[in-house]
């Protein structure tokens, strides 16, 4: 659902692009309350398995395909402020290395894919949480129909964005039922990966899933292939080192898009095959990054697709991460930054 340059009037971008620094601005302060110093790398961590598996188009309908948003995802397992910053992140690179959604349009992309995803997906995952019995199974359906929701929901949001800057003239009701009809389906998908991903890491480490904390049972963890209380006899449970799940992340987000994007669908996306169908896409304008030699994700010069592609990937992957730990290390710090001083007021 990446927009590209020229689907929405600069004014209406302008004004995305507004709402999307807003949303960004509340993030950073947030994220300082959702972050420590086990959480902050695994965000970005979380960023580039977003970047990764994005590569991953999935065939939905007769020539078209889908690929994962990732709001949902983000914000079950790090929190819905750092959640916007993850996917904020994907996109600025996506955009700025490889022609993938307009410069001009990167405001409604974090708008929508970012913003939208984050507040629909995380408010109806904690309302579902609230009345399904407190165990680990209903985080893992409440993160499907999260997911799954999300996707239409930001179709949705984009036909809005749309009837108030579109540069074409197609009903608005032939868009609506277009996106969001095509984007149910690639719903499923999302809901899917998300539930799968979610569940994965609750499996071995549930305690580093943000949205399972506060549950009134006891979670396990796997200690030596035995599950144990995560905090037994009401004690704090020891902090383990979140590096293990860190490098099984980081390896995995590396093979998915170094090895298995060069066999996702290359049918166009949602927005891609609506657009050309209905003609929103008369007007769209040349990235202006179009020269950029990893544009289109692949390394310029570089003549085997296979190569190419898979190189540009793990390219990717690796930018996302060190950028994405990066910021999430400076919004932690900033955090204790800013608690140091008012010990130090109640100590006086």
């Not at 929103?280 to 202006?288: L, R």
């Amino acid at each position: 659902m990446h927009v590209p340059d020229g689907f929405i009037d600069l004014p209406v971008s302008a004004a995305a692009g507004v709402v999307a620094a807003g949303a960004v601005a509340v993030s950073l302060r947030g994220a300082q309350r959702e972050l420590n110093e086990r959480t902050a790398p695994l965000a970005g961590l979380v960023a580039a398995f977003i970047f990764a598996v994005q590569m991953l188009n999935f065939p939905v309908a007769a020539g078209t395909s889908g690929h994962l948003l990732g709001g949902a995802l983000a914000a079950i397992l790090v929190g819905p402020y750092t959640g916007v910053l993850c996917v904020s992140v994907v996109l600025l690179l996506q955009g700025i290395l490889f022609a993938d959604g307009g410069l001009t349009a990167l405001g409604v992309n974090i708008t929508v894919m970012g913003a939208v995803t984050v507040v629909v997906a995380y408010g109806l995952f904690r309302a579902l949480v609230r009345v399904l019995p407190k165990k680990r199974r209903s985080i893992t359906v409440a993160s499907f129909v999260a997911a799954l929701v999300s996707v239409p929901a930001a179709a949705a949001a984009f036909t809005l964005v749309y009837a108030i800057g579109g540069t074409t003239d197609v009903p608005i009701g032939t868009v609506l039922g277009a996106m969001v009809g095509v984007h149910l389906l690639i719903g499923i998908g999302e809901a899917l990966i998300t539930m799968a991903t979610v569940g994965a890491v609750l499996a071995v480490r549930p305690d580093l899933v943000y949205g399972a904390r506060g549950l009134s049972t006891p979670l396990k963890l796997r200690v030596g292939g035995e599950l144990v209380d995560a905090r037994p006899d009401g004690a704090p449970a020891p902090a383990a080192s979140p590096r293990p799940v860190w490098i099984a992340g980081l390896v995995t987000s590396l093979v998915l898009a170094g090895f298995v994007s060069f066999y996702a669908s290359a049918n166009p996306d949602g927005l891609e095959k609506v657009a050309a169908d209905k003609g929103i896409d008369k007007k769209v304008e040349d990235h202006a990054a179009a020269d950029s030699p990893l544009a289109d994700y692949g390394v310029a010069d570089i003549e085997n697709a296979r190569l190419s592609g898979g190189l540009a990937g793990v390219i990717g992957v690796g930018a996302t991460a060190v950028v994405g730990t990066g910021v999430f290390l400076v919004v932690r710090r900033r955090r204790s930054e800013g608690v140091e001083p008012s010990k130090e007021t109640a100590r006086g």
